[in-house]
């Protein structure tokens, strides 16, 4: 659990400034679940730069109430978490000498989101909260105010979980948070787990992760994992202190992190990918009299690949899907091995290929749509799908017929500006394995929508 905290200050000596207003909101890597945002009066000058800076003067702050008046709350909402801010030394300094005043030793583990951001986004021009965000097209309400930079720390914060894919963050807190074994309020981890998709993570006491694994329904997941009495799932729920999990708003970008984490990671309970995913191809040749001619082979022996699949049956299955579709001939694809015409052209679902009466350039012109149907060979797109909550989409960028990475936005510009969705991409290996996990995806289940990307 984190707090996400912002503070302004009346500025003037070190440790002599006093707080004018505070923002925390309690958020649990996905969500705020709980939040406290108050002006303060601090009983003494606030510097002159800091009112043209902030906007905030003595005189909106002769009745907000005193530090001591909100400690309590600050200590409540804090509580077990840890604290996350950018420059996150200066807000805790302060909030310690704040504290330190009323006599109260206020201790909490912290995250400064600058040294994240100078870890995972290492191209960035600057590293200060209002420039970082604009380069990442996060938009920011009340720069300066407390509540309005809280607001943009999580979502740089959400981005900089995204990006981790080492996952440096989580076992650190873990590390931090974890002590001894688990009692049995934490046994019940999966009371806290959501009904969601997304990318779980099971953690030993020293936070590393020892099995991970998506799931179009994390609970559900997670529970059946701890109520099985097989050997390996008894070892892995005595030794996992923690699950956290990351959601994707979609099982596309759920499968590709799986794969990825998996090969990047090597949780000791978990069963790590083959090699290569897929063992057979659709292939495309010039057929004697002129067609394009789809045909399945072992993926070695292709010369022009298609799709790839994981074995024969499911290639014969979508090679037959497509031929219907897009009224190919059976006997040209090889499904039916009819000495003349094929049956489809008996019952006008193929229009001659097969006893050569239809124009070749014609049916050749439906082949070539047949396979660039869900096909990112070649392409520059941005595949777009739901996101992780309400107003938010994911993209999943491809260039050359090769993934890039994928990304959440809720602006528009954040897609139709390159530099920009770049920049909120987290970077994904495009391996062949990569192609396929997402072209089989594309074959049996839809997306909201696939843009060309013209640069």
């Not at 503070?7 to 070190?14: H, L, M, W």
């Not at 999580?154 to 989580?170: R, T, V």
């Not at 499968?255 to 069963?271: A, D, F, M, V």
């Amino acid at each position: 659990m984190y707090a996400i905290l912002d503070i302004e200050t009346t500025g003037g000596k070190f440790n002599e400034e006093g707080i004018t207003e505070i923002a925390i909101h309690k958020f649990d890597g996905q969500k705020v679940v709980d939040k406290f945002i108050s002006l303060v009066n601090p009983e003494r000058e606030i510097q002159p730069f800091v009112v043209k800076l902030t906007g905030i003067n003595s005189k909106m702050l002769r009745t907000a109430p005193k530090f001591y008046e909100v400690a309590k709350r600050i200590i409540e909402i804090t509580e077990d978490t840890v604290i996350v801010a950018h420059n996150a030394q200066f807000d805790y300094r302060i909030l310690r000498t704040e504290f330190r005043r009323l006599g109260y030793n206020f201790e909490r583990k912290t995250l400064c989101t600058v040294d994240l951001s100078k870890l995972l986004l290492p191209d960035a021009e600057s590293y200060s909260l209002g420039k970082l965000v604009r380069s990442l097209g996060i938009p920011v309400s009340d720069r300066h105010r407390a509540n309005g930079d809280a607001l943009a720390t999580i979502k740089l914060f959400k981005l900089l979980l995204a990006k981790d894919s080492e996952k440096i963050i989580i076992k650190d807190t873990i590390r931090k948070e974890t002590q001894g074994e688990l009692s049995e309020k934490q046994l019940d981890i999966v009371r806290d787990l959501p009904n969601k998709t997304g990318v779980f993570y099971m953690h030993d006491k020293d936070g590393e992760i020892i099995h991970l694994s998506k799931s179009n329904d994390i609970k559900k997941r997670v529970n059946h994992i701890f109520t099985k009495t097989n050997t390996k799932s008894r070892k892995l729920t005595k030794d996992t202190k923690k699950v956290t999990f990351e959601l994707t708003g979609n099982e596309l970008i759920a499968i590709l992190k799986e794969h990825e984490e998996l090969l990047k990671l090597r949780p000791k309970y978990s069963t790590i990918p083959k090699k290569r995913m897929y063992s057979h191809a659709i292939c495309k040749r010039v057929n004697e009299n002129g067609y394009f001619a789809l045909d399945i082979k072992p993926y070695r022996e292709c010369k022009e690949t298609i799709w790839l699949f994981n074995g024969v049956f499911s290639a014969k299955n979508y090679l037959y899907k497509i031929t219907k579709e897009f009224q190919l001939c059976e006997k040209v694809n090889g499904i039916s091995e009819a000495r003349n015409n094929c049956s489809g052209y008996d019952n006008n679902t193929c229009n001659g290929a097969c006893n050569n009466k239809e124009s070749i350039e014609e049916y050749n012109k439906r082949v070539i749509a047949a396979t660039t149907q869900n096909s990112i060979k070649g392409k520059k797109v941005i595949v777009v799908d739901k996101g992780r909550e309400i107003g938010e989409q994911s993209a999943i960028l491809i260039k050359n017929g090769s993934l890039v990475g994928f990304g959440f936005y809720d602006l528009n510009y954040q897609i139709n500006n390159i530099h920009i969705l770049e920049s909120i991409i987290t970077p994904m290996n495009g391996t062949l394995d990569a192609n396929y996990l997402i072209e089989s995806y594309l074959r049996k289940k839809r997306v909201l929508k696939i843009i060309e990307i013209n640069e």
